[in-house]
């Protein structure tokens, strides 16, 4: 830990060195990110998407979800077990969907 601290004293010194290394950390942590996206989507969307169940699984509360203006991929997400938001204008809503908050 010492020889770690030492080293960004050490890069303290030299900005653009330091710029340089916060960026490439930044990107990197980027690129795993979706990575980490991509094998959920593997794992667990896409298996629902192709046999969606009959009713909805509970919902992934570690994703962020999606908005959509489609009907159709807004209920084959949540069939998926997905969170998403259906955007559209109050006159396009029926009166048979479930609105928990009208933005």
Known sequence: M???N??????HHHPLLFQDLVILVVQLQCKLLD????????????PLLKTPP????????????C???SMEVCEALYFAGVPVWL????????????????V
Not at 55 to 65: A, F, T, V
């Open 2 to 4: 010492h020889l770690a």
């Open 6 to 11: 030492h080293e960004v004293r050490h890069l």
């Open 35 to 46: 990575i980490h996206t991509l094998l959920d989507y593997i794992e667990f969307v896409h």
């Open 54 to 65: 009959s009713c909805p699984p509970c919902i992934n509360d570690n994703w962020i979800g």
């Open 67 to 69: 908005f959509t203006k």
């Open 87 to 102: 955007v559209h204008s109050e006159a396009y809503i029926s009166l048979t969907m479930n609105v928990v908050h009208s």
